[in-house]
């Protein structure tokens, strides 16, 4: 027997182990299935609208273009002040899209900016709050610079925690 007659037998049992592995596996994963289905009908569960149908709608509701969100309510969430929550409900009073879990919304902010007028920066906040059909929740932290550093404070924290009160517009993009 040549080495490379002694290699394709080697490779050949380790093929057999894999296809015999693979084979357990899809025999109980199916078993598996089976159970679940012979329990479902048993139960007479009603059938529930596939997941991915269910994002597909939420985000085919979602807006185009600008839409601005007047701050309806502004809460301090913490004694030092660091953490306040921004109620925001749509100036056009129109519906919102379907609420989905670690969505969160996008600002267009205009900043005052040290050589011209303002600076447009956009940044991303998650929601913070249980899903409503008539508002969105979100809270942001206030940044502060790195102990011992020249750094400033994050600007669109700062801009949120001391420029952003009840009744201001927030442009938001789709």
């Avoid at 701050?71 to 919102?96: G, H, T």
């Avoid at 929740?137 to 404070?153: E, F, H, M, W, Y």
Wanted: charged share 20%; proline share 7%; net charge positive.
């Amino acid at each position: 027997m040549t080495s490379f007659n002694l290699l394709l037998w080697i490779a050949a049992g380790c093929a057999l182990q894999l296809a015999i592995y693979l084979s357990i596996n899809f025999w109980r994963h199916w078993q598996g299935y089976q159970a679940l289905r012979d329990r479902d009908a048993e139960l007479n569960l009603p059938v529930t609208i596939d997941a991915a149908k269910k994002v597909a709608e939420a985000t085919s509701a979602a807006w185009s273009g600008y839409r601005n969100f007047r701050v309806a309510r502004k809460v301090v969430e913490d004694n030092v002040q660091s953490i306040s929550s921004y109620y925001l409900v749509p100036e056009d009073r129109q519906a919102l899209p379907p609420f989905l879990p670690g969505q969160y919304l996008t600002f267009q902010l205009a900043l005052p900016s040290a050589t011209v007028g303002t600076e447009e920066i956009i940044r991303c906040y998650s929601l913070s709050d249980a899903p409503r059909p008539d508002g969105y929740r979100v809270s942001i932290k206030r940044v502060l610079p790195p102990q011992g550093s020249n750094a400033a404070p994050g600007r669109s924290s700062s801009y949120f925690h001391d420029q952003v009160d009840v009744g201001a517009l927030l442009r938001v993009p789709g």
